[in-house]
């Protein structure tokens, strides 16, 4: 059973535009939201993460967007970069725990 | 050294072969973890070790097998496998508090190809 559905697999945006990823999740004991950002031969680094008891967290270019009611949130990348071509990966991890259940991730890429 | 290191970079071995994958990190971290990534599936937690000590195994077959002899050092000894378990393989660290969101830093992966 796959907790946490993310869409779209792939995504082309042009520069300047902005990408929008979103993320599902299932199981309401989740309580730590994070996004991970992966380059070519690289392993994922934490991008930006939010918890559930916000509902917009901004980082710089990087927005997430969270609605609990839902049960999903979303990354927002503003004037989206060539640089930002990318896979990034949604996760979810339960309060206390450390076991994260990640998204199936989605492949930016963000064209001059 | 800095942040999580992984050893080899590639590795390319036959189904009779028996070869370990090592990790380190250099942050002073308690927990590590291997990850298995395909391009079947997404990040799969395969195990997890707190302060030394296996807490999670994420019903991984037995052909793979981990040791953490320290905090610092994490290996995935491998024998027998099968081509379907060709994939990039990471290994992360993370400072485990309980109740505190944590970051687990990740290495850059083990290619590994099964012939």
């Known amino acids: 059973q796959q907790q946490v559905k993310q869409s779209p697999q792939s995504l082309i945006v042009q520069k300047g535009g902005i990408s929008i990823i979103n993320c599902a999740y299932e199981?309401?004991?989740?309580?730590?939201f994070p996004w991970y950002q992966q380059f070519p031969g690289k392993g994922p680094a934490l991008l930006i993460a939010i918890r559930p008891d916000v509902s917009e967290k901004k980082e710089g270019r990087f927005t997430i967007s969270f609605n609990k009611s839902a049960k999903q949130f979303s990354l927002h990348i503003m004037d989206s970069q060539p640089g930002d071509s990318a896979t990034y990966f949604c996760a979810a991890l339960f309060n206390a725990g450390n076991m994260l259940t990640f998204g199936g991730g989605t492949r930016l890429m963000v064209k001059p | 050294e800095t942040g999580v290191t992984q050893t080899p970079r590639h590795l390319v071995m036959g189904m009779t072969n028996k070869k370990s994958l090592k990790c380190e990190q250099h942050l002073g971290h308690n927990a590590m973890y291997w990850y298995k990534q395909s391009a079947k599936k997404p990040l799969e937690l395969m195990f997890v070790y707190n302060f030394k000590e296996q807490t999670e195994n994420n019903s991984v077959p037995s052909r793979f097998s981990p040791e953490c002899p320290n905090s610092s050092h994490l290996f995935l000894h491998l024998h027998t496998l099968q081509p379907e378990d060709s994939a990039l393989y990471l290994c992360a660290s993370s400072q485990e508090w309980t109740g505190i969101p944590y970051e687990q830093y990740f290495g850059p992966g083990t290619r590994l190809t099964v012939t």
């Open positions: 199981n309401t004991a989740f309580d730590y």
